[in-house]
């Protein structure tokens, strides 16, 4: 159980085309869902906390007008990179946080979308 | 700002040999985390620790937790090239958000 997917695993896109990765919870409900960012060699960085039907909370520094975050949903969150750039090329990772948790404090984590913009 | 300081960052051992990876903090934590991740896959969780002074057992891996909930350290008993990977700590403040450690990259030789 606890199974957190994304789609695409990854994506090449052009400089200015906008871009969307879905982050489902496939057997759970999730109220929050978190989306990061990992540089190679890097640490997870937490970009935004997601929670389903308000808007998004974005940590310092993060524009949020460019990564456009949606959680309409129980089991899905969706990030949109919009006018991307080579320098947003990264691996994102998003989290979900069960509804009912089941004694413990953990995120379940997707495979994450390894993003290139040429 | 919550920093978790990991180390050390990288770690090249031979098979057989033990390790033990620090995470620490200035702040206290409601629980620590610890994932595994390969590349281009998302983190694993390995355990869970809540407890100041608990101590978890996963096969070969021993975790604990500090006493003051600052702290923790990942042990692994004869490491074998599987547990080759990127070891991550993370600490869940009050808010229910991960700040995660800068990770250590640890690879088994056979």
């Known amino acids: ?118 | 700002t919550q920093l978790l300081e990991q180390s050390p960052q990288f770690l090249s051992i031979q098979e057989g040999e033990n390790l033990t990876v620090y995470c620490n903090s200035s702040s206290v934590f409601s629980s620590l985390q610890w994932y595994r991740q390969e590349p281009g896959e998302g983190p694993v969780l390995l355990v869970t620790v809540v407890t100041g002074g608990e101590v978890k057992k996963l096969k070969r891996l021993t975790f604990q937790f500090g006493d003051a909930r600052k702290d923790s350290s990942l042990h692994i008993t004869a490491a074998q090239p599987g547990d080759t990977g990127l070891y991550l700590c993370a600490g869940e403040n009050a808010g229910n958000m991960l700040t995660f450690g800068g990770g250590t990259r640890l690879m088994v030789k056979p």
């Open chain 1, 1 to 118: 159980g606890a199974v957190v997917s994304q789609h695409p695993s990854w994506v090449i896109c052009k400089s200015g085309t906008s871009v969307k990765i879905e982050c489902r919870s496939l057997d759970f409900q999730a109220t929050t869902m978190f989306w990061y960012r990992q540089f190679p060699k890097q640490s997870l960085m937490l970009m935004a906390t997601s929670n389903e039907g308000s808007k998004a909370t974005y940590e310092q520094g993060v524009e949020k007008d460019k990564f456009l975050i949606n959680h309409a949903s129980l089991t899905l969150s969706t990030l949109t990179v919009t006018s991307a750039h080579p320098e947003d090329s990264s691996f994102y990772i998003c989290s979900a946080r069960p509804r009912i948790n089941r004694g413990g404090y953990e995120q379940y984590f997707g495979p994450g979308t390894r993003l290139t913009v040429t």
